[in-house]
């Protein structure tokens, strides 16, 4: 089982990918970190230990990040689509449990190091955490078998006209991570963005097969409601994408997701086009800074996710 690190700012969707992680035999989550996203810190952490606790693993350590972007907080957070508390009005059980002392930096560093086998590492939330990782601990870093990141798109953006909402949340932080990353060793990174993950949606009939599924899947369901109900007033799409477990998916089973390399630019000026994601398939000037998503086995996604998320009632 190779081991896997989620930095992550749960978010409906960043539970699912923590549910998809624990259910799959391929791989150990051996940690989860927390970033201010979709909600402040303290919720987001809250959620990733509940979740945590409601899939039995209240023993994977959890440890807390940055609250704030690198420079500049704008409009950052998305309660719209996830609801004040993170997870679309959805309650679970409160673990009582609290997160490790260390912080979220160090927990990744301790982990980098004690891992037997180089550690795949998912972020699905700003990338402000991860950017710190490479700031200070670059060759730390560069020990990492393969980040897979939640973020960007070639096409528009969901936050604003150009930005991804990852990216918005934090361009410094992206800068750093895919366009400028600064490690001794590269470490093979694939950015997974709207152009995939918005494809790879349930239906609102998905939704009911999870909920004929356990507990658990049903909970997921529930969340999924709010978010379909927020695509759908907000942009009029009757689907419900599954950005963050896509993009755990992929590190479960890499293939799933079909990437190119591609020059990366993440647009950090204030305007317009801040947070835009330039990604250059062409390669005209620049070397590959990363693999980008291009392409996406649908069904085969969705069929993964769903049975995961079902394992839960067979447990
Ligand atoms: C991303 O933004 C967040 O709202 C989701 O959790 C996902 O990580 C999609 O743009
Ligand atoms: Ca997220």
Do not use: K
Not at 199 to 226: H, I, K, M, Q
Not at 280 to 288: I, M, S, Y
């Amino acid at each position: 089982t190779r081991p896997v690190l989620l930095d992550c700012d749960p978010g409906i969707d960043d539970m699912i990918a923590i549910l998809t992680a624990v259910a799959s035999p391929e791989v150990e989550l051996v940690g989860v970190t927390t970033v201010g996203g979709n909600v402040g810190i303290d919720t987001t952490t809250r959620n990733a230990l509940d979740v945590l606790a409601l899939a039995g693993r209240a023993d994977i350590p959890v440890a807390r990040g940055a609250d704030r972007p690198y420079l500049r907080t704008l409009d950052n957070r998305a309660e719209s689509v996830h609801g004040g508390n993170g997870l679309g009005g959805v309650t679970l059980p409160t673990s009582g449990a609290g997160p490790v002392e260390a912080t979220a930096l160090e927990l990744m560093v301790e982990t980098v190091r004690a891992a037997t086998e180089p550690v795949t590492l998912v972020a699905t939330g700003p990338l402000t955490n991860v950017a710190h990782l490479f700031a200070v601990y670059p060759e730390v870093a560069s020990r990492l078998a393969r980040l897979v990141v939640m973020g960007g798109s070639i096409g528009a953006g969901n936050r604003t006209p150009a930005a991804e909402f990852n990216i918005w949340a934090d361009p410094e932080a992206a800068y750093r991570v895919l366009t400028e990353p600064g490690l001794p060793r590269p470490v093979p990174t694939t950015l997974v963005g709207l152009d995939v993950t918005y494809r790879t949606a349930y239906r609102p009939d998905d939704l009911d097969r999870l909920r004929s599924a356990g507990t658990v899947a049903a909970l997921c369901a529930d969340a999924l409601e709010y978010y379909l109900a927020a695509y759908r007033r907000d942009i009029g799409m009757d689907v419900v994408p599954l950005h963050d477990p896509l993009v755990m998916a992929e590190a479960i089973r890499p293939g799933l997701v079909t990437a190119e390399p591609a020059y990366v630019e993440v647009d950090t000026t204030v305007g317009p086009s801040r947070g835009n994601t330039l990604v250059d398939l062409r390669g005209v000037r620049n070397q590959p800074t990363a693999e980008v998503g291009v392409d996406v086995d649908v069904p085969s996604a969705l069929e993964f996710i769903t049975s995961r998320l079902e394992n839960y009632a067979r447990r």
